[in-house]
């Protein structure tokens, strides 16, 4: 794949794993990423979007979250099925 950018400078993060809550809620997902968000130290420009692709999608079922940030951003989500 051809670099349209090369003097743009990126890092990309993914990070899987289970979780024990019983479901996440949306007050979850907004706390998750406002936490990271101070942790690492970024800035968001909005607010947490948090939205559930069940309507949409046979196979996708759970919530997620996406949060702009200066630097950057981040998406979370989770598959109620999975865990």
Known sequence: MT???????????VVEGL???????AAFIEAFLLGLS????MRPLTSVLVFSPDHHSELHH????FLPWVESGCS???WSDKR
């Open 3 to 13: 670099n349209l950018c090369p003097e743009i400078f990126r890092k990309r993060v």
């Open 19 to 25: 979780y024990g809550i019983d479901p996440p809620d």
């Open 38 to 41: 101070r942790d690492l130290r």
């Open 62 to 65: 759970g919530i997620a979250g």
């Open 76 to 78: 979370l989500y989770t």
